[in-house]
């Protein structure tokens, strides 16, 4: 590669907003301090005046006119090249992906990366009453920004089963997971629960983290007045928690121009590889729901861009929005279950906290952080979108890559994942089905609302169903495995769902 197309990272920083701020910033306001904080960083004060790319994950937690625009004026910077991109946790390494890209190819001279949410303060306001100086938009302007902010990752009947719940979603996945391997579902719980105390336990060393207790196996596991149960098998402490102020910004530029510029060699942190692939939109259209091909090929072209092996890799972020993520990740990208490096840097979403598209930003940052400190580490950094559906991986380390990210196509790979999607799932189903995943959904009481499944027909078809209100009374049904069994199933008319019953 020529050295002038070889993108360096040149700036990053990360900013927590505590509970206890007593006129707390709003989030534009909050994303604008992490981005000062980066460009500061860098020792070169006009580094604004080059700015011509601002990439950034949108802002959920509250709504303007013009985010991107408004935050371009906070900061005093005039980027021609501006993309404000939909909800997804895959966005930032994605964003960071892409600027490579554009660098490397000249398009870019120094691309900025951020962004951030403010969900506890809005939390306060509501319960509170807590007064909140932010500014305000019309309901027009609210709606159109709704419309707009999210991807579609269901389809109909998937959104008619509550498939637009994530937690819902992911404890679906957790007990397909459970059933693939060797585990009983009281080991599984075990596993979980020992994971994220170790999670857990870093967040508690981290400045930035949200919650800073480290917790035990049995804490995080054990339901309890502040650990409810959610969705079987997940309590409260095993799902991201979306209730923080948190925001973080990462600088891009090339080998030359950070020469030009003048900046710390010290500073330096070259993004090694990076892949983005998807897995099957729709969820109940994949033929095995507790994998995830598009980290197998990512993880490994990623990899292949560095010029490193997995055994090369000192640490991994792996995206922890619920621990079936952490597993699946793990298997995927091959790294031992009895392997002593961590799988997080930051603490993980459930401890760190999860600023909705933005956490992976924070990974990215605190690599940066740990590269600059102890230059021999290589970090691997993965950003998972949607329902395990959008991948995107991030290699980093203080030496230039093996090869230019230009060299590197992969569509073949992405239409031979997109090619093994099942048919669109049946939608009245009447005979027998036998259960791929399931779960039951709790009130706040810790009482099951409903039960929902994944299952296929006795001809292989796959469909959805809630399980019948009646079936949920059984003694210990929290207790059995329903993977593997066979129900009844019957489409209910009156309310347009299949329901299944287990009393049979």
Same mark, same amino acid.
């Given at each position: ?9 040149? &700036? ?78 895959? +966005? ?30 809005? *939390? ?31 389809? #109909? ?22 059933? +693939? ?12 629960? #020992?994971? *994220? ?36 098998? *997940? ?68 990899? #292949? ?9 000192? +640490?991994?972020?792996? *995206? ?32 760190? &906290? ?64 997109? +090619? ?85």
């Amino acid at each position: 590669m020529s050295k002038k197309l070889i993108p360096v990272i040149i &700036g990053a920083a990360q900013f927590t907003q505590r509970k206890d701020t007593p006129h707390p910033l709003d989030p534009l306001k909050l994303v604008a301090q992490a981005c000062q904080k980066a460009i500061e960083g860098t020792g070169n004060d006009n580094i604004k005046s080059y700015i011509d790319t601002l990439y950034m994950t949108t802002i959920t937690s509250w709504i303007y006119a013009d985010p991107p625009g408004e935050l371009c004026e906070i900061i005093d910077i005039r980027p021609n090249n501006i993309d404000y991109v939909k909800v997804t946790g895959s +966005a930032p390494q994605a964003l960071v992906n892409k600027a490579v890209h554009m660098i490397s190819k000249g398009r870019s001279k120094i691309a900025l990366i951020t962004g951030g949410d403010a969900y506890y303060s809005r *939390y306060r306001r509501a319960r509170h009453n807590l007064e909140l100086d932010w500014p305000k938009v019309s309901k027009q302007v609210v709606n159109e920004a709704r419309r707009k902010a999210y991807n579609n990752y269901l389809n #109909e009947l998937e959104i008619n089963y509550n498939f637009n719940n994530a937690t819902n979603v992911y404890a679906l996945i957790e007990t397909a997971l459970r059933n +693939a391997s060797t585990h009983s579902f009281s080991e599984h719980l075990q596993q979980i629960g #020992e994971l *994220y105390s170790c999670f857990s336990k870093i967040a508690s060393e981290n400045p930035y983290a949200w919650s800073r207790k480290s917790f035990n196996t049995k804490e995080i596991i054990t339901p309890s007045p502040d650990n409810r149960k959610v969705c079987h098998p *997940y309590t409260k402490r095993m799902v991201a928690n979306i209730f923080v102020d948190q925001t973080a910004a990462l600088l891009i530029t090339s080998e030359n121009f950070a020469e030009e510029l003048g900046i710390d060699q010290n500073l330096w942190v070259y993004p090694l590889g990076g892949v983005d692939l998807n897995n099957i939109f729709s969820i109940s259209q994949r033929p095995r729901l507790h994998d995830s091909p598009a980290i197998r090929h990512a993880s490994k072209l990623a990899l #292949e861009q560095a010029g490193l092996t997995l055994d090369d890799i000192d +640490a991994f972020d792996l *995206y922890s929005c619920f621990p079936c993520m952490v597993e699946i990740a793990r298997k995927e990208i091959g790294i031992p279950e009895n392997d002593k490096r961590d799988l997080t840097l930051t603490g993980g979403l459930s401890f760190f &906290g999860g600023p909705f598209s933005s956490y992976s930003l924070h990974s990215i940052v605190t690599a940066v952080d740990l590269i600059q400190s102890k230059p021999s580490m290589k970090i691997m950094v993965l950003a998972n979108g949607g329902y395990n559906t959008s991948q995107s991986i991030g290699i980093y380390g203080k030496d230039r890559p093996a090869k230019s990210r230009l060299e590197t196509n992969y569509a073949n790979i992405q239409e031979k994942i997109d +090619a093994e999607a099942l048919p669109y799932p049946l939608n009245e189903a009447h005979g027998r089905i036998t259960i791929e995943a399931y779960t039951f959904i709790y009130d706040r009481q810790g009482q099951i609302e409903r039960g929902i499944v994944i299952g296929h027909m006795e001809d292989g078809s796959r469909t959805l169903a809630h399980i019948d209100s009646e079936s949920i009374l059984i003694k210990d049904v929290e207790q059995q495995d329903l993977v593997g069994k066979t129900y009844k199933i019957e489409y209910d008319a009156k309310f347009k769902l299949n329901k299944i019953t287990l009393t049979e």
